[in-house]
């Protein structure tokens, strides 16, 4: 698969060898006192403007009303002066907070510090992840970087049908994100030999950030980080480190006499086979085999009968309220014969079923969920019929299929999910004929032969078509076995990275001198995107498609800056210098000179456009 965007732009950003160096140290069990030079560090506070930038969250104001845009405007090295000063006295401006609503008729509080503040969080977070990364539980899922859903949920299956598990211990902790306790974090990130004082100073300051309430009250938080926050998942995982391995020292990481563990090699992936130490703890000891499974604060806990997990649920319930100071929701909590009845998880209902003598995993998606995907898709529909015009409407339409591919992406891992999606799908008929039949609504039409409606959905007689655009079936949809997690993959080692990506054929030697090229009087986002743009053109001219080197790459502004153009990434193209010198040419001479790079009219049209917007007369020739 394609590697993610953060680790693409570490790697751009020549920080990768940093954060393996801190990896690998810590898995060395390194005391960790100066990290406050790499997170002041120009290249780490540009590459968490980077990171930051394409979250929807950058565009949603904080209390001084201020977005990524206006840090866009910033110059690089206005942007650095601000972060050092943060790093040498940190005052946080205050927290807005907003009422989500829940599907329950509750409010979920959101926390929304000001973008400075978050990107001041990012460049924290950049680097002390690394550092967690090698002290966190393997079998945690939750913010955690190329984990998801899906491999918690593969898990689950796993130590439920081929662990025979069959008891499921659920632990609802009473509002998690609220209740953190400071002292308590701060001693964990302690234990984690991250004893930089000057670091931890800070991150006790933002604890303490003010936050202003929805009626414009201001309060001092004594407990709790801020949903919202950058930095808070982080911090959250790393409160929950210790429940995960106190689990597991009860039985996964038990140490036996003999070390039974071997590590093989299937199908070139590599693995710890544990059945020899599991078979020896079973033999020699009266010990009870229990996993834990999280994703953030939602875990669950197997057991294989009931006694198990009564006993696992008191002693859990009692470990958080000393250890972690933390109170659970008794009416939420309970144990699950799951032979028997259902318990949810992650928006997933799971249980067991007989079949052919034996125990199989039966999952669907729980009603919350159903009525969440159903109101959303009700809401999109709803916006195609007030679409206002022919090109509105096939936004709208694209809207829609979207929505439906990332719920088919998502959710196909649920085993029953079609019989979900068909009693789903006769809603959305209804709602698609009451709501659009001032539309053509048709069985056939074009399908673009290259796309993923083709691919995918060519087959299905439930294919509509719109205005000669397809509409995707919620109900066409096949299940997917969920994918364990490759413990080996991750951002953080050489060979790790291999099984996350692979190259784009670009030259990072070039894109590195652009990044360490000075910018003087350019913005931030002029700086930013002129690297995304060497990425997402290959390193080639956008209009002749020749490879760009360090001498010969420049930057066009597509609507001159003296004609009110911006810095924005679609407000740019890197071109050869001489065709930058043709795009402005006003003299025949200059023209003659250099038209010969254009080899063919589809160059020629590109070179008008942009002279165009440049207030240039077209270039006449014949190709």
Known sequence: MLKSQKLRNAEYHEMTDIFDSLYKDSKNGKVFLNLIDIIGSKDNIILAYRNIKKNDGSRTPGIDHQTIEDLGDLSIDKIIKIIHSKLNDYKPKAVKRIEIPKSNGKTRPLGIPCIIDRLFQQCIKQVLEPICEAKFYKHSYGFRPNRSVEHAIGRMYFLIQKNKL?????????????NIDHEELIRQIWNLKIRDKKLLSIIKVMLKAQIVLPNKDRIIPEKGTPQGGILSPLLANIVLNDLDWWITSQWEELPTKKNYRRIRTDKNKVYVDDSNRVAELKRTTKLKELHIVRYADDFKILCRNYKNAKSIYEATKEWLKVRLKLDISEEKSGITNLTKSRTQFLGFEIKLKEKSNKYVVQSNLSKKTLERIKNELVDVVGNIRVSKNQKNIFEKINQYNATVLGIHNFYCIATDISLDMQRLGLI??????????????????????????????????????????????????????????????????????????????????????????????????????????????????????????VDTIHCH???????????????????????????????????????????????????????????????????
Do not use: W
């Open 166 to 178: 069959h008891y499921c211990v659920d632990v609802d902790i009473k509002g998690f994100f609220d």
């Open 428 to 549: 959305m008929e209804r709602v698609i004929y009451n709501r659009l039949r001032s539309f053509k609504i048709e069985r056939n039409g074009d399908l673009n032969p290259k796309g993923i409606i083709y691919k995918n959905y060519r087959k299905s007689s439930q294919l509509r078509f719109l205005n000669n655009k397809p509409l995707i079936p919620i109900a066409y949809i096949k299940t997917k076995p969920p994918v364990n997690k490759n413990q080996e993959e991750t951002p953080y080692t050489k060979y790790g990275r291999t099984l996350i990506h692979k190259n784009l054929g670009i030259d990072l030697k070039i894109l590195r001198t652009l990044m360490k090229s000075e910018m003087y009087d350019n913005s931030v986002e002029y700086y930013d995107n002129r690297i995304s743009l060497y990425c997402a053109q290959l390193g080639k001219c956008g209009i002749t498609g020749e490879k760009l080197d």
């Open 557 to 623: 502004h597509k609507v001159p800056k003296s004609k009110g153009g911006s810095d924005k990434y679609d407000n740019l193209i890197l071109v050869h210098v001489d065709i930058h010198r043709l795009i402005h040419a006003t003299e025949k001479e200059t023209i003659n000179k250099y038209i010969h790079l254009i080899k063919d009219d589809k160059q020629l049209r590109k070179l008008n456009n942009l002279r165009r917007l440049s207030g240039l007369e077209d270039i006449e020739i014949t190709l």
